[in-house]
């Protein structure tokens, strides 16, 4: 397969499929989904993988910080009570802390006054009630990566940064 990339605005050059290192192929979004709750992280991880994006998931707020420290995500999806009522807002204050920093989405099944606002205060991008509409989920995913510029399901190594 090959592929033309205009190198200025005269001329082009060809590029091949397997020369990655001047034409980056796409790669999926990556999304941290995490929840104490064993049977919605593989639900929610099977959706979204087959939406095709890479889903890693953590099964309490210890292992999503573990894992945000080492690995780049585009999106955080974090349960709100795991170990600890409000947990998950350190699982959001660390990936704000970020240099490239995520969409943040925080699914909760007891939401209140109280910690919506904190949400909401925290610069959170979208709070989810559970039972979670997928539907809606999907859709506020792809507005909210949209707004940054990053197509909903695919996104380049160069476009990144790393």
């Not at 990556?30 to 095709?52: F, H, N, P, W, Y």
Request: proline share 4%; charged share 25%; net charge neutral.
């Amino acid at each position: 397969m090959t592929y033309f990339v205009r190198a200025d605005d005269c001329v082009a050059r060809e590029w091949t499929y397997h020369n990655k290192a001047h034409c980056p192929m796409p790669e999926p979004l990556s999304i941290l989904v995490v929840d104490d709750e064993l049977t919605i992280l593989q639900t929610l991880g099977m959706i979204l993988k087959r939406a095709e994006y890479s889903v890693t998931t953590a099964q309490s707020c210890a292992e999503a910080l573990s894992l945000l420290k080492t690995a780049h995500f585009d999106v955080v999806i974090t349960d709100l009570s795991m170990e600890k009522e409000d947990i998950g807002f350190e699982v959001v204050r660390e990936a704000q802390r970020l240099k490239s920093r995520p969409v943040i989405v925080v699914c909760t099944g007891y939401a209140n006054k109280v910690n919506s606002r904190v949400a909401l205060n925290m610069g959170v991008d979208y709070l989810a009630l559970k039972p979670v509409e997928i539907d809606e989920l999907t859709a506020a995913l792809r507005r909210l990566l949209h707004r940054r510029g990053l197509s909903p399901q695919r996104r380049t190594s160069a476009g990144t940064g790393e």
